[in-house]
């Protein structure tokens, strides 16, 4: 249990940094890409080694869906994102999660009227996110580009979405078979995205870093050990519990941004983590957005990792 924790709690709140170590030298969409490939071959050999068995076309089908809102368009965002956005500032404006699931909750039809308390949670989170792309020089550190903000607000926003249709889907009868599909079928996808945005006309394999190589694998490799401990924290624990770790992951993302990554921490990204992870926390207390945040499908290291 407390390995497992470990594992959501650290590894994918260094899941943020490892994508920026890993985009300096390979384009993003072709680094999301493998690391999916990767990631969704290691859950499928997982998946049979058990004995569990394919899955119906309609369960491809829902898989598959999800797999393009929360691993190409979410995923991919923060990944093509962090570019242009610090690791750390990216992982807190993704902390900001539960704000557009309760969201699109509420608009959607027969949607769910969010409670007193998730409606000051969702102001504070919003407050939050203004902290962060407030121009100008604000508590000893700069604003978060408009274009950044936009590209991560339009990932959270698709992320939300895709976990809401997964939890109103019939469940799944093997998640990790799921899982499987949903990154091996955003692999192809990215791949094209990478050709279309000119990636592969810039690409230069020898210019790749080892570093980058190796977060790419961690990445694929850790990210899928830390998703396999949080499908068996869902049965052995509780799904509030598991859900946890949206307070945990942006606190050591910026820690290890500033340490390892040597991205500049001031007042404003203190302030903003104190922020987000209150509107978090209000948000979270409501039994429906918990729920919505533990289903298997919403793994946000492979975003969400994921970061």
């Known amino acids: 249990m407390i390995l497992a924790f470990a594992a959501i709690y650290l590894i994918w709140g260094s899941t943020y940094l490892g994508i920026r170590f890993a ?3 390979i384009p993003p969409f072709l680094m999301a890409g493998v690391r999916f490939l ?3 071959l290691l859950f499928y050999m997982w998946a049979r080694l058990r004995g569990e068995t394919f899955p119906t076309f309609p369960e491809i089908r829902r898989a598959t869906l999800t797999g393009l809102l929360m691993m190409v368009g979410a995923t991919g965002a923060v990944t093509w994102a962090e570019q242009i956005v610090p690791s750390g500032l990216t992982a807190l404006m993704v902390g900001t999660l539960p704000l557009w699931i309760a969201l699109f909750n509420w608009l959607r039809p027969h949607g769910q009227r969010p409670t ?3 409606l000051a949670g969702m102001g504070v989170g919003t407050l939050g996110v203004a902290f962060l ?3 100008g020089h604000f508590a000893g550190a700069d604003h978060v580009s408009a274009l950044g903000a936009g590209v991560l607000i339009t ?3 698709l992320w939300a979405i895709g976990s809401l249709y997964s939890s109103h889907s019939p469940a799944p009868q093997s998640q990790t078979m799921s899982a499987a599909i949903q990154l091996l079928v955003s692999f192809p996808v990215l791949i094209i995205l990478s050709g279309l945005s000119g990636e592969w006309r810039t690409f230069d394999i020898h210019a790749v870093s080892f570093l980058s190589v190796a977060s790419m694998l961690y990445l694929a490799v850790f990210g899928t050990l830390a998703f396999a401990s949080y499908l ?3 049965r052995a624990s509780t799904p509030s519990r598991a859900a ?6 942006p606190i050591v993302a910026v820690l290890l941004g500033s340490t390892l990554g040597d991205e500049p921490f001031a007042l404003r990204t203190a302030l903003t983590a104190v922020i987000i992870i209150g509107a978090v926390f209000l948000i979270l207390s409501a039994k429906s957005v918990r729920a919505k945040l533990a289903t298997p499908q919403s793994d946000p290291v492979l975003s969400r ?3």
Request: hydrophobic share 40%.
């Open 23 to 25: 985009i300096e030298t």
């Open 38 to 40: 990767l990631g969704g």
């Open 116 to 118: 007193q308390r998730m």
């Open 133 to 135: 792309v407030l121009p």
């Open 155 to 157: 990932g959270c926003a």
């Open 232 to 234: 068996w924290l869902l």
């Open 244 to 249: 946890t770790y949206a307070y945990v992951n």
């Open 305 to 307: 990792t994921t970061g």
